[in-house]
């Protein structure tokens, strides 16, 4: 299998993303420069977190309009997985492949810490490796995601299962408390209606080894790896 990470100025989360997908390949992805017009021959593409052009105008936005996310959108069109971590995220809604758009936090504070989280709907590809309604740990760390959509596209994602992942307390309520962000209906996570795109604002790939506190990462990033190969 082979997989690619896109880079873009100020991207600090690519690395880590790359030692996560290394470690569940047995290879290394290709590092991919945003200025880059072509992709390399993948079975997976990955957007970093990080701050992109120094989140300038809104974070995301100037990233979703660089040369090499013309190809990553026309390859998420033609079904190649693309896995869209924090900034990822971000510039996944602003180049239009998932719906709903990042706000600024509830709270106006960068938060940096680690939550629990529900899975909220079963794709095989992405959350095979969990069970349905499993609560598990990745860390978040952002200022801008705050998910908002309007509320017809909050009930077709509801609706089509396309909410992957929801802020939760350890026993898996949905509470005000367990929302970092203030993200409507507590969403951290969404897939396209197509089901091959899935942009989430935890950080699955700083959880990867129990010398970084845990391994729920590593087991979202060994399940992935495994269903694409
Ligand atoms: N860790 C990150 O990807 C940060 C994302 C983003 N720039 C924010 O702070 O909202």
């Known amino acids: 299998m082979k997989a690619a990470v896109i880079v873009f100025p100020a991207s600090n989360c690519d690395r880590d993303l790359k030692v996560a997908l290394a470690q569940a ?34 974070a995301g936005a100037m990233a979703a309009n660089s040369p090499i996310m013309r190809e990553v959108v026309k390859k998420a069109q033609a079904g190649t997985p693309v896995l869209a971590i924090c900034n990822g995220f971000q510039i996944a809604t602003e180049t239009g492949m998932l719906p709903g758009a990042l706000l600024r936090n509830a709270g106006q504070k960068f938060v940096c810490r680690d939550v ?27 200022h801008d995601g705050n998910y908002y959509a309007d509320e017809e596209t909050l009930h077709e994602l509801e609706g089509e299962g396309q909410v992957a992942f929801k802020y939760a307390s350890a026993e898996g309520e949905l509470t005000d408390a367990a929302n970092p962000n203030g993200s409507l209906n507590n969403i951290a996570g969404i897939y396209n209606k197509a089901g091959n795109v899935l942009g989430l604002m935890p950080h699955p790939e700083r959880l990867i080894s129990e010398e970084l506190g845990g391994t729920d990462g590593k087991r979202f990033f060994d399940h992935l790896v495994n269903s694409i190969v």
């Open 25 to 58: 390949m047995g290879r290394d992805p290709d590092m991919v420069w945003h200025g880059d017009s072509e992709l390399p021959e993948t079975d997976l593409i990955a957007i970093p977190g990080g701050f992109s052009y120094g989140d300038y105008l809104r």
């Open 116 to 142: 629990d989280l529900l899975i909220t709907a079963r794709n095989e590809r992405f959350v095979g490796g969990f069970e349905q309604g499993e609560v598990v740990r990745f860390p978040v760390a952002h």
